[in-house]
């Protein structure tokens, strides 16, 4: 989530990812070893970082430390109260050095790690030799294009979009 954090701003450029950070503020809030961070070495030399997550805490520390929160923005929100809100979901979306784990700081290493999206290449069936076949593609770039290259293998693919729009246009329209 703070690949998405500006620092120049001090705002956030996609509030689920917001979102997420202020979840993980508060389970780190909540103590008890359910959630820990660590400033790790990986094993190409360079600084990492670990998020532990004790599974066994879920339940007992998890739970009821995000339903306590929610209670208190739900109570917030029902009675009208901008302010109260605002200044508790800003304390916990805030980024900054002040205190362990210093995130501001943390950022850094996190850009640095950040990999490529992943892309999602949908597998489909195929009847050869009357047997159903399942085909699955890498999730690359020529992964996505061979998946339509096997799903549409005539030219007339745009034929067939065109007339499955129409059949699906009154359903938009």
């Known amino acids: 989530a703070l690949e998405f954090y500006?620092?120049?701003?001090?705002?956030?450029?996609?509030?689920?990812?917001q979102g997420r950070y202020v979840i993980l503020q508060v389970m780190l809030e909540a103590g008890e070893g359910l959630v820990s961070l660590e400033k790790v070495t990986g094993e190409d030399g360079k600084p990492d970082l670990l998020v532990k997550l004790d599974r066994s805490k879920i339940i007992p520390v998890g739970k009821k430390a995000i339903g306590e929160f929610l209670r208190k923005l739900q109570v917030y929100k029902s009675t009208a109260d901008f302010t109260a809100a605002k200044e508790m979901y800003d304390r916990y979306s805030d980024v900054n050095d002040s205190s362990e784990p210093h995130f501001l700081s943390l950022r850094s290493i996190v850009l640095d790690r950040k990999q490529p999206r992943r892309m999602f290449v949908q597998q489909h069936t195929s009847l050869k030799d009357n047997k159903v076949r399942l085909n699955s593609y890498s999730a690359t770039a020529e992964g996505v294009i061979q998946s339509w290259v096997d799903r549409y293998p005539t030219t007339d693919i745009d034929d067939i979009i065109e007339d499955l729009w129409g059949k699906e246009k009154p359903f938009f329209a």
């Open 6 to 17: 500006s620092p120049e701003s001090g705002q956030w450029r996609q509030a689920h990812m």
